[in-house]
């Protein structure tokens, strides 16, 4: 990993803050601060490479203490220029980190449990984060049209965020989304385009589109700005850590669609060590999937290092990824830090949704449900330790995928006590 000990002054004319190159996961090259994505040498995926500001955590902590209530609280850590948070944006992060005790007990889990609630988000999903930073990205190297392949939730962050950023967005989904999840990447104003086929088809299109003259100029936030996106995610480790007093977590339950948030949570935390804003003491990952896209899953419990691609088929749209980009890296850190990656059916994912409703007061969409479902799972299987702090992501809103639960009123009736008595809720 790329943090670096170094002592040195990061100004404020940096458009990338202390980000000080991109460097090759597989080989380790390096590259210049640009939007691309690929080892020139070896093909691996690049990420940014720091100069922390390492020496003075406590300096670090009270900085960040005493920052905006949202992402930028982290923008020391983050490859976005010092004045980042006086831009307009949509200010995201900084979302709830909710003591779970009802789940807990329903769970048997007696170590503390925790729901990272991050459906409240401005456009109510997790990724308005990585959008964040993708777009300061964006800014700095000049592109005026932001544009993502999506399962939904990235093509309404996108939207919202180029609306507030006063740029153009082009997005492009899958045909066949939610309801919600269409009508949230449309509304902001953006150009919308259903892709017929899967989001693997979608995501194939858009690496075509940045080769050819129709796609020049554009930042995909996921594709040629997919380093940058990442980091993003970062912040849900720096978060969590945060608000547990800055303390690391024993257990964290992820949901896995390409894989880059698990990876990214797992740099944010390995960093915070390497400042020393956290004590080092073991923590485990474990990645969850739907049953009906469950390829990272599979490969871990065959004990396989490469990822078979599936096409996916279940009610967690926004986890349907059916060849994830960054699947090796998951079984990687699932296996590292003696995590384990599971995936329950579309049924345990509506189960997961009503138990984290009913405990809680937490309407999530499939994707919580699919974090909620895993977690039961791994308790059963032994493989979670319910003497442990776990924290649980919720990464997106129920409201967004309203056909995956049927709920309704107990009685329809005229408005008159006999009528309420005569229906036998009296
Ligand atoms: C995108 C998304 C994720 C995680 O996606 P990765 O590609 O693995 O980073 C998780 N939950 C929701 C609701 C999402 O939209």
């Not at 300061?136 to 507030?164: D, I």
Request: charged residues 20%.
């Amino acid at each position: 990993m790329a943090v670096q000990a170094v002592e040195r002054a990061v100004s404020a004319d940096r458009p990338f803050g202390p980000a000080v190159a991109l460097s090759c996961r597989e080989c380790g090259e390096r590259f210049a601060l640009g939007p691309v994505f690929a080892c020139t040498s070896c093909f691996g995926p690049l990420e940014v490479a720091y100069e922390l500001p390492a020496g003075d955590p406590e300096g670090l902590r009270r900085r960040i203490e005493s920052g905006p209530a949202n992402l930028w609280r982290y923008a020391p850590l983050l490859p976005v220029p010092a004045g980042v948070a006086a831009e307009p944006n949509l200010e995201p992060g900084f979302t709830r980190l909710v003591r779970a005790d009802r789940l807990a007990r329903e769970l048997g889990v007696t170590g503390g449990l925790f729901v990272k609630d991050d459906s409240g988000n401005p456009t109510h999903s997790f990724k308005d984060r990585v959008v964040a930073v993708a777009v300061e990205a964006a800014r700095a190297f000049g592109f005026t049209t932001l544009s993502c392949s999506s399962t939904g939730n990235l093509a309404g962050a996108v939207g919202a965020a180029a609306a507030r950023a006063g740029l153009r967005s082009c997005v492009f989904i899958p045909h066949d989304l939610e309801a919600g999840k269409v009508v949230m990447a449309a509304v902001y104003g953006g150009d919308l385009v259903g892709i017929e086929g899967t989001y693997d088809d979608v995501n194939r299109f858009c690496s075509e589109l940045i080769g050819d003259p129709a796609g020049e100029g554009w930042g995909f936030v996921n594709v040629n700005l997919r380093p940058y996106y990442g980091e993003g995610s970062k912040t849900l480790a720096y978060e969590i850590c945060e608000q547990l007093g800055w303390r690391l977590p024993d257990q964290l339950v992820v949901p896995v669609a390409s894989g880059s948030q698990l990876t990214k949570i797992d740099k944010g935390l390995r960093e915070l060590v390497a400042l020393g804003l956290v004590e080092d003491r073991p923590y485990r990952i474990f990645g969850a999937q739907a049953a009906g896209c469950a390829p990272v899953a599979r490969a871990f419990k065959d004990g396989h290092d490469v990822v078979r691609p599936v096409r996916p088929d279940t009610i967690a749209k926004s986890l349907a990824i059916g060849n994830p980009a960054d699947g090796p890296y998951v079984l990687d850190i699932a296996r590292r830090t003696g995590g384990a990656v599971e995936d329950v059916t579309d049924e345990e994912v509506v189960d997961g949704i009503r138990l984290l409703a009913r405990t809680e007061g937490i309407f999530a969409e499939t994707a919580g449900g699919v974090t909620v479902g895993v977690t039961r799972k791994l308790l059963e299987l032994g493989l979670l330790d319910p003497s442990l702090t776990t924290v649980v992501l919720n990464t997106g809103d129920g409201l967004k995928t309203l056909d995956a639960v049927s709920a309704g009123p107990r009685a329809v009736i005229r408005p008159s006590v006999a009528a309420f008595r005569a229906a036998g809720l009296g």
